[in-house]
């Protein structure tokens, strides 16, 4: 590449004139400083650097500065600025040294900023949601109890057996089973779907009677369970003809899960349609067979309703119906005409609730 003789015409390459300015300037420097230093000893001041840069064409500073470009370019430049004058670095190798240490420190600082907002929301948006759950057994299952105590009328001892199961399940972490047995209307399902709107919906799993004996259905069940969070397994409408099927569906599924099964048996008949029976034996034989698993279980039998209650509850709906009181005896008599509570409880008088106007 060739090379320009005169250099306060600048008729370098790029390369040449970048790498001559910094040369020209460390040498100017080095050449200047005699004097400088020797002025500020003289009157006491600050040496200057600032002055401007005259270099002559014909002295030997041009053949000095174009012979350093025949030399390594970073031995020269590193010898150049590690000379020191006076016990003080010269300024020419800070003046042009990059530091990325500034740049890095400002990356980890923002970073650190990114992950605190963005744990403070996550923390935020979890607690929020029904997610807090997954990691909270005991404030969910507080929640269940509350929510039972508040909503289920006449059956004060089912709640209590249900509460006290609840906190032996989070302390054992093992599988439990609560059979529900009782007569038509009496609440049952409405307890188990009380508890089951306090859990995750990929933590509920529902199954038929008429799909016990299935295989297939039973090992997708077991596949879609959460091995690290309480799973629900709600098996509703059993006779004592399903026991047997029962049995089997539970011996295969696994012990060292965090399982709540609650099933729920209906020990009342009906002829017809019209005459309703109570199978006292199906309490025993039920009882046998479950004993039989040989696994944690709670007998949750729920009593009859009494008439009074279920009159004082429909008083309360129709105030909150808007019913003109006057109206409220004759229009509950009317509901639980031939003995409506005995044969079907709670059932159905929602039913018949939403068919009332409320002039």
Known sequence: MAKSPVLNTFFFTEEIVTDAVIVRRTFYQEVSDKKIIETSYKYSGSPTYNEPMDVDSSTDLTNSIIDTKNEDKDTCLKQRFNLRLKDKSLDTASRYKVSHSTHVTTIVKLLLIFFVLLSTFLICFFKSTDLYLHLNPEIQFEDIKNALKEKILNQEEVVLTIGHNLDDLIETQLPKLLVFVGTTGVGKTYVANVMKSFYLQEHVHEVLPENLPNVESHMAIVSNLDPYCYNLILIDNLRASHLDALTSFVRMLPDDYKLLIITIFNVHDTVNGVHYTINADDYNLIRYKIDKLQ???????????????????????????????????????????????????????DAKLSLIDNV
Do not use: A, C, P
């Open 295 to 349: 696994m944690d279980f709670e007998f949750v039998v729920f009593r009859q309703l009494d008439q009074d209650v279920v009159k004082n509850w429909l008083k309360n709906r129709l105030h909150e119906k808007g019913v003109d009181s006057t109206r409220h005896d004759t229009l509950i008599e009317y509901m639980l005409r031939k003995n409506y509570v005995k044969n079907n409880g709670f059932k159905g008088l």
